[in-house]
């Protein structure tokens, strides 16, 4: 038997990298056959990461998940993805290189989006960043 499962992964600043925590999403956050984003949004503001940090933005994903018996016994299933979003931000703004002024308090971060060839960050509420994939490619 087969049923669909659907998942919120929220994206948090972290020190090198961004944080993620995937929750499963409750029936009262689906509705009329799509995701309910306000409500998605308050669910993000109850997270708190490391070093208190909050939620800048999620993704969305829909999937299958089932069960199998074979000679008796019943194994789960490799779970088939259905639906996979992009990135919503709740608290961010994304900045590509030219949005970044040239001063050397951004020095470091301009050089690192120069060397890594990254399209865009994203400077959320408390003034970090992290890359993001901007138009589906590479950050």
Not at 9 to 26: A, C, Q, R
Not at 64 to 78: H, L
Not at 79 to 98: C, D, H, M, N
Request: proline content about 4%.
């Amino acid at each position: 038997m087969k049923t669909k499962v659907r998942y919120v992964k929220f994206f948090s600043p972290g020190i090198l990298f961004s944080v993620s925590e995937t929750d499963e999403v409750s029936l009262g956050e689906f509705l009329g056959g799509g995701f309910n984003l306000k409500l998605i949004c308050a669910k993000a503001k109850t997270i708190e990461q490391r070093h208190g940090a909050t939620p800048y933005s999620f993704n969305l994903r829909e999937q299958e998940e089932g069960e199998v018996t074979v000679d008796g016994e019943t194994y789960k299933s490799k779970p088939r993805v259905t639906f996979q979003s992009g990135i919503y931000f709740i608290t961010g703004k994304v900045l590509t290189l030219s949005d970044i002024p040239a001063t050397r308090e951004n020095e470091i971060l301009r050089s690192n989006m120069q060397c890594n060839h990254w399209n865009a960050v994203v400077e959320n509420m408390r003034n970090g960043c992290t890359s993001v994939e901007v138009d589906g490619g590479a950050p």
